[in-house]
Nanobody, 123 residues
Framework: QVQLVESGGKLVQAGGSLRLSCKAS????????MSWFRQAPGKAHNFLAT????????AYADSVKGRFTISRDNAENTIYLQMNSLKSEDTAVYYC????????????????WGQGTQVTVSS
């Protein structure tokens, strides 16, 4: 079993930056893939970025490429999402998720989810 706890969400002005954290606990094995999703009110989970636990390979959604950066600290069992040049349309609840196996962009492919952290970008 894996537990995920996100933190770092808050109200920020458009153009600003924010770093989200996701602390993992439990049985984290080297074949895990960790990802960030977000969900705006009334909408589905949208994939943002992913990183493999062992090799640190990353991939991004086109909507955030160049603005968001995913990273990991294996020693701390933590992944991060650095978000720059924030826009009002980035307002959402941000979730981290984990799955065994390789990269997947589909929310249904993930086994473990955090409780989410709210990011609000004011224009």
């Amino acid at each position: 079993q894996v537990q995920l706890v996100e933190s770092g969400g808050k109200l920020v002005q458009a153009g600003g930056s924010l770093r989200l954290s996701c602390k993992a606990s439990g049985r984290i094995s080297s074949d895990y893939t960790m990802s960030w999703f977000r969900q705006a009110p009334g909408k589905a989970h949208n994939f943002l970025a992913t990183i493999t636990w062992s090799g640190g390979h990353t991939a991004y959604a086109d909507s955030v490429k160049g603005r968001f950066t995913i990273s990991r600290d294996n020693a701390e069992n933590t992944i991060y999402l650095q978000m720059n040049s924030l826009k009002s349309e980035d307002t959402a609840v941000y979730y981290c998720a984990a799955r065994t196996g390789g990269v997947s962009f589909g929310a249904l492919e993930y086994d473990y989810w955090g409780q989410g952290t709210q990011v609000t970008v004011s224009s």
